[in-house]
């Protein structure tokens, strides 16, 4: 049993950074598979970057590779999405999932079981 909750999100400059949190609660933090999704307006869900087997492991679009870092602290229970270089096509909401651990990599939003709430994220001058 998982719950997920973000933060962070916010209004940036092109170019800019931002870091986003997503706090784990429940009794399967070291064992869970966590990813990032985004949803932009009149646009499907799209899948930004996971973090899985434990904090050994990563992946992320091609669209965000470079520019995003998916990582974990454990003693706060929280996975963090580090966004640089943003550019106006983030804008979205992002969104923290969670599934029952994983040996490789999950990329489709009916992969997981979990979902947070969403936090806005708007790259504009």
């Known amino acids: 049993q998982v719950q997920l909750v973000e933060s962070g999100g916010g209004l940036v400059q092109p170019g800019g950074s931002l870091r986003l949190s997503c706090a784990v609660s429940g009794r399967t933090w070291s064992s869970v598979t966590v990813a990032w999704f985004r949803q932009a307006p009149g646009k499907d869900r799209e899948f930004v970057a996971s973090i899985y087997r434990g904090s050994s492991s990563a992946y992320y679009s091609d669209s965000v590779t470079g520019r995003f870092t998916i990582f974990r602290d454990n003693d706060k229970n929280t996975v963090y999405l580090q966004m640089n270089s943003l550019k106006p096509e983030d804008t979205a909401v992002y969104y923290c999932?969670?599934?029952?651990?994983?040996?490789?990599?999950?990329?489709?939003?009916?992969?997981?079981?979990?979902w947070g709430q969403g936090t806005q994220v708007t790259v504009s001058s």
């Open positions: 999932a969670a599934r029952t651990p994983t040996t490789g990599v999950r990329t489709r939003g009916s992969e997981y079981d979990y």
